[in-house]
């Protein structure tokens, strides 16, 4: 695996403190309507959204939830690097094949309840794609499968990818990066997303300059 997984490396107490923190703000705040299919996005590219949900993921599945990560980022996938992952056979395998979304599931070594579908082929036109009956149906039935599923999505601004995902979602977490991300760009992603109607469920801060690895999640209300 990359050293970017702090979870798994070793990581310090704050770094894991950070991981487990956001696992419980997602997972265990509002109880009445759990959050299951969460999206992690930024303004911009760059900001750690890969990253941060990877380490999300695995903090997920170190408490033997059933976890589901996917690569939904089909323009710079990076989620089958981090996990030394081959990145064919994935999602848009799935989305333009006949097979079943279990088919393109990969597994990672230590972690038995969390699967993982990278972002298969290079499709042409991802947003496209992405209107497919398909994911809808694959949506559905992860729900029933899994107890968390997790998207990586490419940065809102720019493209509809994030948007269209969205529509799919519980809640979506911005992930904002202290040294890069402009309040300006996060405003507009925020107002896009907002247009979804999908629930802005907090911000992730990154890259601060103590080099703490994930600063702190504050759930927007
Ligand atoms: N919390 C963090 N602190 C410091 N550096 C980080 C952090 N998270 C990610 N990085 C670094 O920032 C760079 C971009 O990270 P990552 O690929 O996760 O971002 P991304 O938002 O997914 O990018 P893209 O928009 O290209 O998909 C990488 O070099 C990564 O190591
Ligand atoms: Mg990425």
Known sequence: MN???????????????????????????????????????????????????????????????????????????TIHELFDLRKNNGLTNYLVGNQEFSEFLKS???????????????PPEPSELLFS?????????????????????PPVLGMSDTSIWATLADGIVLVIASNQSKIEEVKQAKEQLERTNVKILGTVLTKVKDNSYVDYYTKDR
């Not at 997602?26 to 590219?45: E, G, H, M, W, Y």
């Not at 990253?51 to 980022?73: F, H, R, V, W």
């Not at 009956?133 to 999505?153: F, P, V």
């Open 108 to 122: 990672v070594p230590d972690y038995p309840t969390l699967d993982i579908l990278t972002s298969g082929i290079e």
């Open 3 to 77: 050293v970017n997984l702090v979870t798994f490396h070793q990581p310090t107490e704050h770094e894991a403190e950070a991981f487990r923190v956001l696992r419980t703000n997602l997972r265990f705040t509002n109880v009445d309507s759990p959050k299951k299919v969460i999206l992690l996005s930024s303004a911009k590219q760059g900001a750690g959204k890969s990253t941060t949900i990877s380490n999300l993921a695995i903090t997920m599945a170190k408490y033997s939830l059933k976890t589901l990560l996917i690569d939904g980022d089909l323009r710079r996938p």
């Open 133 to 153: 009956q398909k994911l809808k149906e694959l949506i559905t039935q992860a729900r029933e499968d899994y107890d968390i599923i997790l998207i990586d999505t």
